[in-house]
C-alpha cells in the first residue's frame, strides 16, 4: 500500500499564517523540522513536539497558533513519522513543484536541510549515534547542502543535480532514523511515542 504525499495545498492554512507574520520559516523547512525530531527516536508525545514545533516558528508577540495551523501541523508530523515508519519507507519530501523555477526548488532544498538539522538538535539523539561513520557523513552532507547557492542555471544538467539531491537526503534521512531507532532499542528504550 502506497504512502500518501502531502501536498502544499493541505497545508494552506500553516503556509498562509507564515506568509501574514512575515516568519522565517517555510513549509519544507517544517517538514525537515519534523523529520529531524522524528529521527532522533525520543520518547515524547505529540503533543510535546507540537508545542516545541510551534514555539520554534512563533513570532515572539504571538502564544498559539490558530487551531487550523495547528491541525495542519500536526497532520504533517504525523505524515512524516507514517512515511519514516512505512515498511517500504517511502519517504516524500516537501519541495515545490517540478515546473518551479530550479532556484526556488534549491532554495527549498536548503531550507528543508536547515529544518532537518535543527530538528535533530531539539530531539537530542543518543550521543553514540554522531560517532557512527554512516550517520556522520549523512549530517555533513545535508549541512553542506543546506549551504548551497540556489542560483543555478537551468538546464538538463541542473535538473538531473536536483533529482539526484533529493533522492539523497531521502536516503540519509531514513539511514539516521533507521540508525536512532536501533540504537534506542539496543539500549531497551522505545523508539518512539509518536502514535
Given at each position: ?52 514545533i ?6 515572539e ?29 517511502q ?48 549530517l ?56
Open positions: 500500500m502506497a504512502v500518501k504525499q502531502l501536498a502544499f495545498e493541505e497545508l494552506n492554512a500553516l503556509s498562509e499564517f507564515l506568509d501574514t507574520h512575515q516568519s522565517p520559516y517555510v513549509l519544507s523547512e517544517i517538514q525537515g523540522l519534523c523529520l529531524g525530531i522524528i529521527c532522533t527516536g525520543r520518547e515524547k508525545d505529540l503533543a510535546y513536539w507540537l508545542a516545541q510551534e514555539k520554534t516558528i512563533l513570532a508577540e504571538l502564544s498559539h497558533l490558530p487551531e487550523a495551523c495547528t491541525q495542519q501541523l500536526e497532520k504533517l508530523l504525523k505524515c512524516c513519522f507514517q512515511d519514516l515508519t512505512h515498511p517500504l519507507c519517504l516524500g519530501l516537501l519541495l515545490p513543484d517540478d515546473e518551479e523555477p530550479i532556484e526556488i526548488r534549491l532554495q527549498a532544498v536548503a531550507d528543508w536541510c536547515k529544518g532537518f538539522i535543527y530538528g535533530l538538535g531539539l530531539g537530542s539523539p543518543e550521543p553514540a549515534i554522531w560517532s557512527q561513520p554512516n550517520v556522520r557523513e549523512a555533513e552532507d545535508i549541512a553542506q547542502i543546506q549551504k548551497l547557492d540556489p542560483h543555478a542555471e537551468e538546464n538538463n544538467e541542473s535538473e538531473k543535480n536536483y533529482i539526484e539531491l533529493v533522492e539523497y537526503l531521502k536516503i540519509a534521512t531514513i539511514l539516521i532514523f533507521e540508525e536512532c531507532s536501533e540504537t534506542l532499542i539496543l539500549q531497551g528504550q522505545s523508539n518512539h511515542g509518536l502514535h
